[in-house]
C-alpha cells in the first residue's frame, strides 16, 4: 500500500502564498487519482482539489471555493504532487490531507480514497 508525506504547510497572512507537497512511496499505479482534502476544527473533512492520472495525462478538478485560487500538479518521475495556494483567506485555515484512490475521474468524497497521508497544518492570519 502506498504511503504519503505532506509537507509545506505553515502559517501565513492572508493573501499570501503556500505550496504543499505530498511524496508517495510503497505501492503505486500507472492510473489513479491523488487529492487534497483539509478539515477545520469542528467541520467535516472537504475536497479541496484532485489530478486524475491516466499514465502521463493528467485532468484536474476544484472545489468551487478554491478555483482561481489553487492549483494541483503533479511530478510522475518523483512521486510527488503539489498544491500550490494563492490569495490565502483566513476560511482557508485547515489541517490539509493528501490521499489516493487506484481509479480515474472526479472523486470529491472522502470515502472514495483509500490511502492517506498524516496531514500538514495551514494557518491563515487575517
Known amino acids: 500500500q502506498a504511503q504519503f508525506v505532506e509537507s509545506g504547510g505553515g502559517l501565513v497572512q492572508a493573501g499570501g502564498s503556500l505550496r504543499l507537497s505530498c511524496a508517495a512511496s510503497?505501492?503505486?499505479?500507472?492510473?489513479?487519482?491523488m487529492g487534497w482534502f483539509r478539515q477545520a476544527p469542528g467541520e467535516e473533512r472537504e475536497f479541496v482539489a484532485a489530478?486524475?492520472?491516466?499514465?502521463?495525462?493528467?485532468?484536474?478538478y476544484y472545489a468551487d471555493s478554491v478555483k482561481g485560487r489553487f492549483a494541483i500538479s503533479g511530478d510522475n518521475a518523483k512521486n510527488t504532487v503539489y498544491l500550490e495556494m494563492n490569495s490565502l483567506k483566513p476560511e482557508d485555515t485547515a489541517v490539509y490531507y493528501c490521499?489516493?484512490?487506484?481509479?480515474?475521474?472526479?472523486?470529491?468524497?472522502?470515502?472514495?480514497?483509500?490511502?492517506w497521508g498524516q496531514g500538514t497544518q495551514v494557518t491563515v492570519s487575517s
Open positions: 490521499a489516493a484512490r487506484g481509479g480515474l475521474g472526479y472523486a470529491p468524497y472522502p470515502s472514495q480514497y483509500n490511502s
Open positions: 510503497g505501492r503505486t499505479f500507472t492510473t489513479y487519482t
Open positions: 489530478i486524475s492520472w491516466n499514465w502521463s495525462v493528467g485532468n484536474t
